[in-house]
C-alpha cells in the first residue's frame, strides 16, 4: 500500500470491529494486538464489515456503480459537488480528517479533495461504504483517498478523530456520525427535495410521487447553514437515461413493464433538487 493512504489510515484511528482496539495499518494488512487481521486489497482498501450472512450481498452493485460512474462524469451533479465543497471548505484546516459516510465510487470525495488542494488545503479523506464494489471503485479513481468497506452505522474510527463528515444521498446515522466527530466537528448532509426527477418518475409510473420533504433537526447537531440546490438538465442519450435510472433504487424497484418504458427515451429533461444541511456538533453541557 502506498505510504499516504497508510498514514491517512492511521490518522483516522482505526478500531477493530470485532474487540474494539486499535487497528495498525502495514503493508499488506491491518490488525490489532488481539491478532485479529484483516487483508488489504490490490487497490489498497480494507474490509471491515462484520459478517451478517454468507453470500449476502451489501450495498449497491457493480451495475449501479458503473452506471453512476457514467452518469456523474458527464457533469450533470457538477453544481451539487461544488455546493457541497463550497459549504464545507470554510471549517476545514490543511490536514483536517474529513470522512465521507456512504461515499459510493467516489464522485464527491475525490471533488472535495480537488477543490481544497485549489486552496492550498489538503485533506485526509476518508471513504466508508457498506459495498466492496463501490469502494473498489473509488480506489480505482485514486489512490489519495483512503477507504474502508464497513456499515456507516457502526463506523470503525476511535471517538473523536475526525473533524468533519459529509453524508450524500446515505443513510442517516446520527448518534454515530456524532461519535466519530470531534467535540466542534461539523457534519453535511445532503437529500433530494420533493421534485427531484420526478420527470424521471413520471415516464414510469402511472402515479408518479414526490420526495418526502426533510426534516432538518437531528439530535445532536445544531442547524448552521441550510442550501437548496433545483436546476434541470438535459440528457442527451438514451444511454444517460438509462444510467440515471440505473444509479437510483428505482431500479430495483420497478417491474420490466413500467422499465420498458424508458427503452424508447432518446433524451429527457430532467429536474434535480437537493437540500444541503450543515450541522455543527453540539456540545455536551
Same mark, same amino acid.
Given at each position: 500500500? *502506498? ?10 484511528? &482505526? ?32 474490509? &471491515? @464489515? ?16 458503473? =452506471?453512476?460512474?457514467? #452518469?456523474?462524469?458527464?457533469?450533470? +451533479? ?6 457541497? %465543497? ?20 467516489? $464522485? +464527491? ?5 480537488? +477543490?481544497?488542494? *485549489?486552496?492550498? $488545503?489538503? &485533506?485526509?479523506?476518508?471513504?466508508? %461504504? ?5 469502494v473498489? =471503485?473509488? !480506489?480505482? !479513481?485514486?489512490?489519495?483517498?483512503? =477507504? ?7 463506523i ?24 466519530? &466527530? ?10 433530494? @427535495? ?6 424521471l ?13 426533510? %426534516?432538518?433537526?437531528?439530535?445532536g ?6 442550501? %437548496? ?12 437515461? =438509462? ?8 431500479? +430495483?424497484?420497478?417491474?420490466r413493464?413500467?422499465? /420498458?418504458?424508458?427503452?424508447? @427515451?432518446?433524451? @429527457? ?7 444541503? #444541511?450543515?450541522?455543527? $456538533?453540539? /456540545?455536551?453541557?
Open positions: 500500500m *502506498d505510504g499516504h493512504c497508510q498514514r491517512d489510515l492511521n490518522r483516522f484511528k &482505526l478500531i477493530c470491529p470485532v474487540c474494539g482496539s486499535p487497528l495498525i495499518s502495514g503493508e499488506k494488512t491491518v490488525s490489532c494486538g488481539n491478532a485479529h487481521s484483516f487483508d488489504l486489497s490490490r487497490k489498497g482498501a480494507v474490509n &471491515l @464489515l462484520r459478517s451478517s450472512g454468507k453470500g449476502k450481498h451489501h450495498g449497491d452493485d457493480k451495475t449501479m456503480v458503473r =452506471a453512476r460512474t457514467m #452518469f456523474l462524469s458527464k457533469g450533470y +451533479y457538477d453544481p451539487l459537488s461544488e455546493a457541497v %465543497d463550497e459549504m464545507l471548505l470554510p471549517f476545514l484546516k490543511d490536514g483536517s480528517p474529513v470522512i465521507d459516510a456512504g461515499c459510493g465510487e467516489g $464522485k +464527491y470525495t475525490e471533488d472535495l479533495l480537488l +477543490y481544497a488542494r *485549489d486552496y492550498g $488545503k489538503e &485533506l485526509s479523506l476518508l471513504g466508508v %461504504d457498506i459495498s466492496k464494489e463501490a473498489s =471503485a473509488l !480506489r480505482g !479513481r485514486t489512490r489519495d483517498i483512503s =477507504a474502508i468497506v464497513a456499515s456507516t452505522s457502526a470503525p474510527i476511535k471517538a473523536g478523530s475526525a473533524d468533519a463528515l459529509m453524508c450524500i444521498f446515505s443513510p442517516l446515522f446520527p448518534k454515530e456520525f456524532s461519535r466519530v &466527530l470531534r467535540p466542534d466537528g461539523v457534519f453535511l448532509h445532503v437529500v433530494p @427535495l420533493e421534485n427531484h426527477l420526478i420527470e418518475k413520471e415516464k414510469i409510473y402511472e402515479h408518479p410521487y414526490l420526495n418526502p420533504p426533510p %426534516d432538518s433537526c437531528i439530535d447537531f445544531e442547524l448552521i447553514a441550510q442550501k %437548496d440546490l433545483s436546476y434541470s438538465v438535459h440528457l442527451r442519450s438514451r444511454e444517460d437515461v =438509462a444510467a440515471l435510472f440505473q444509479m437510483t433504487p428505482y431500479n +430495483y424497484k420497478t417491474g413493464d413500467d422499465q /420498458s418504458k424508458l427503452r424508447s @427515451l432518446e433524451e @429527457l429533461d430532467v429536474t434535480l433538487a437537493f437540500g444541503l #444541511f450543515l450541522y455543527q $456538533k453540539e /456540545s455536551r453541557r
